[in-house]
């Protein structure tokens, strides 16, 4: 498959547990953004990375969310000692090109992992 | 501070109506891109304009069309002759600092046959 992949695609979590997401973005993407989509809302930004390199993680809610990237492909974004509130849509984005060039580029999304937080 | 609003929640149509999808938004950038997006019930993003700050001139594909006015902020999208498989929530988005996508709340359309 050519398009970003997610998963799990769906999780259930009881409060408290930690919850890892990964993301692949589409093959040889510089740019990597998860946002966070709240049931009835518009996606909300979460973090951004340029390879490996986190350039703005300003969305992120807490210090229980943790995002990486280490070599420059895969990101998986991790909640730790989920709470209700943080059930949403988790998507991620890619695309091509990293801020020097990338402006216009259009980000492309995954189908998302919706996580539930019992 | 950089906005999008959809001040549509909701639209119902009829098959075969012409409905037209607002948007309004804020930024103090000179240069900006404005984006469309269709999520289906599958929940996938789905990529359907990009329009840059410079370029005021209408877009016409398909049975879509978007009609941007830098004068009023706005960025409106018009389906026409609407099929059922146009149902979907549509969100209009703005381009900000570092490339991240401000979106709007959505506007979720539905066609009746």
């Known amino acids: 498959g050519a398009g970003v992949s997610q998963s799990p695609r769906y999780k259930v979590a009881k409060r408290g547990q930690d919850v890892a997401l990964r993301c692949d973005p589409i093959?040889?993407?510089?740019?990597l953004f998860w946002y966070q989509q709240a049931l009835g809302q518009g996606p909300e930004f979460l973090t951004y990375?340029?390879?490996?390199?986190?350039?703005?993680k300003s969305g992120l809610p807490s210090d229980r969310f943790f995002a990486e990237r280490p070599e420059g492909s895969v990101s998986t974004l991790k909640i730790q000692r989920t709470q209700q509130e943080d059930s949403a849509v988790y998507l991620c984005?890619?695309?091509?090109?990293?801020?020097?060039?990338?402006?216009?580029?259009?980000?492309?999304f995954g189908p998302g992992t919706r996580l539930t937080v019992l | 501070a950089q906005k999008v609003t959809q001040a549509q929640t909701e639209i119902s149509v009829v098959e075969k109506e012409d409905v037209t999808l607002d948007c309004v938004y804020e930024?103090?950038?000179?240069?900006?891109?404005l984006f469309w997006y269709k999520q289906p019930p599958s929940g996938e993003l789905v990529f359907l304009i990009r329009r840059n700050s410079f370029d005021e001139q209408n877009e016409i594909s398909g049975r879509y069309s978007w009609n941007f006015q830098k004068s009023t902020s706005s960025f409106n999208f018009t389906i026409t002759a609407s099929q059922v498989v146009d149902s979907a929530v549509y969100f209009c988005?703005?381009?900000?600092?570092?490339?991240?996508?401000?979106f709007g709340q959505g506007t979720e359309l539905s066609v009746k046959p």
């Open positions: 930024t103090r950038d000179t240069t900006y891109y």
């Open positions: 984005a890619s695309k091509p090109r990293g801020l020097a060039g990338g402006v216009t580029d259009t980000q492309y």
């Open positions: 988005a703005l381009s900000g600092g570092g490339g991240k996508l401000i």
């Open positions: 093959s040889g993407h510089v740019s």
């Open positions: 990375f340029q390879n490996e390199a986190q350039l703005d």
